[in-house]
């Protein structure tokens, strides 16, 4: 059955240094997302991307935050100074066309010391 | 706006027994409602979905129903097995201002079954 991944699944990084997060997504899909977990919270929504271009954004994905597809394959999230805040598990999902399911991977825990 | 809250782990349950987790919602218009689990060192899997109100889903012998007077979506399960045991999450998309439907999440509620 194909599946969502994500590399690495751990990563630790200084503060001020910049992480890029990688996933693949089911490959007839076309619909991404990003969300991240910080300890004990919500999972929460950062940004949906579609068509090479960010189709909405949360508050949380501010500048610091990017996303791209590079090819067509891998769809990354790069932050570019990474705060403590930052700390978090890290999830990419994708969605076919029609449907409402999106299909996750198994995240990318950051941790920034 | 769009929130989720449900029911604070960690459940700690013995086999066989009977599951509730809670779950409530609010939400403008008619949203679709999710349970999620993850299982250890998995992604978030769908575990059922309803669309719309009074539906039923279920899976693997999971049911919730969509209440929309009591903007619920309850995980409920007769019969727990040790194999159950994870992290279950409640979501919603909703049908208003989302162009590409970004779930809202609950905290996740642990769930432990001991044999």
């Known amino acids: 059955e194909p599946e969502v991944t994500q590399t690495p699944s751990h990563q630790v990084t200084q503060m001020g240094q910049e992480v890029i997060l990688r996933c693949v997504p089911i490959s007839n899909h076309l619909y991404f997302y990003w969300y991240r977990q910080i300890l004990g919270q919500k999972v929460e929504f950062l940004v949906s991307?579609?068509?090479?271009?960010?189709?909405?954004k949360s508050e949380i994905f501010d500048d610091q935050f990017s996303v791209e597809r590079p090819d067509g394959s891998n769809f990354t999230l790069k932050i570019r100074s990474t705060k403590l805040e930052d700390s978090a598990m890290y999830f990419c999902?994708?969605?076919?066309?029609?449907?409402?399911?999106?299909?996750f991977g198994p995240g990318t825990r950051l941790l920034v010391l | 706006g769009n929130s989720v809250t449900q029911m604070e782990g960690p459940v700690t349950l013995s086999e066989e027994a009977f599951l509730t987790i809670n779950c409530t919602y609010t939400?403008?218009?008619?949203?679709?409602l999710f349970w999620y689990v993850q299982y250890p060192g998995e992604g978030l899997q769908l575990l059922l979905k309803?669309?719309?109100?009074?539906d039923k889903g279920s899976n693997k012998g999971f049911e919730a129903t969509y209440r929309k007077e009591t903007t619920s979506f309850h995980l409920e399960k007769g019969s727990v097995q040790v194999s159950d045991s994870a992290v279950y999450f409640c979501?919603?998309?909703?049908?208003?201002?989302?162009?590409?439907?970004?779930?809202?999440f609950g905290r996740g509620t642990q769930l432990t079954v001991w044999p």
């Open positions: 991307f579609y068509n090479n271009e960010i189709s909405e």
């Open positions: 979501a919603l998309i909703s049908d208003r201002g989302s162009t590409l439907g970004r779930l809202y």
């Open positions: 309803a669309t719309k109100a009074d």
């Open positions: 939400a403008t218009g008619y949203p679709s």
């Open positions: 999902a994708s969605r076919g066309t029609g449907v409402e399911t999106q299909y």
